[in-house]
């Protein structure tokens, strides 16, 4: 019933950028904290950054300075741009929204299906 769809993903040389996107659509009452993870081949699934309803931000050290996440609520969506792009930043990258919504509504977790960055050296 509540779906995230990400998209920008792609390949990049080093140094370039890219910025993704991730729209909730569906039944949705209120969306609390959205963020972005990645899982590189053979790695576990690691925070990239979180944005509250609100605003506040939270960013995993490695990507301090150079990747920004941002949200519009009123479109549903949490943006992650991302700048000085290293190959270490290759990865499957996915969205995460702590919402309300469904029917009958209920507070949950949504994932969406992750979208490929590719990093050239």
């Known amino acids: 019933q509540v779906q995230l769809v990400e998209s920008g993903g792609g390949l990049v040389q080093a140094g370039g950028s890219l910025r993704l996107s991730c729209a909730a659509s569906?039944?949705?009452?209120?969306?609390?904290?959205m963020g972005w993870y990645r899982q590189a081949p053979g790695k576990q699934r690691e925070l990239v950054a979180t944005i509250s309803s609100v605003g506040g931000t939270n960013y995993a050290d490695s990507v301090k300075g150079r990747f920004t996440i941002s949200r519009d609520n009123a479109k549903n969506t949490v943006y992650l741009q991302m700048t000085n792009l290293k190959p270490e930043d290759t990865a499957v990258y996915f969205c995460?929204?702590?919402?309300?919504?469904?029917?009958?509504?209920?507070?949950?977790?949504?994932w969406g299906q992750g979208t490929q960055v590719t990093v050239s050296s």
């Open positions: 995460n929204a702590d919402l309300r919504g469904g029917w009958p509504p209920k507070d949950h977790s949504r």
């Open positions: 569906g039944i949705i009452f209120s969306i609390n904290a």
